[in-house]
């Protein structure tokens, strides 16, 4: 009877270790996926830095044109 609680025992723990062995490569998985996302949302913020960059760098064209325009209509005495 012992012998067989024993080997029940054995099982149950056998069974035990080989979830806690797949739980553990669920979360190795899951670490690697979340350290990728990481990374693209890294990616992403750089991509809009670099965006938004670009949109200043616009602006201040504009605003050079903005200012030439007004100089050469002042020059010209044209008004609004």
């Known amino acids: 009877m012992t012998e067989n609680v024993e080997n029940l025992l054995l099982e149950h723990l056998k069974k035990i270790q080989a979830e806690q062995s797949a739980a553990r ?15 693209m949302i ?9 965006a938004y960059e670009e949109q200043i760098k616009d602006r201040r064209g504009l605003d050079a044109l903005k200012e030439r325009v007004e100089r050469l209509e002042r ?3 044209l008004g609004n």
């Open 75 to 77: 020059g010209l005495e």
């Open 42 to 50: 890294a990616r992403i913020g750089r991509d809009n830095a670099h």
């Open 25 to 39: 490569e669920r979360d190795r998985e899951i670490m690697t996926r979340l350290g990728s996302l990481e990374s």
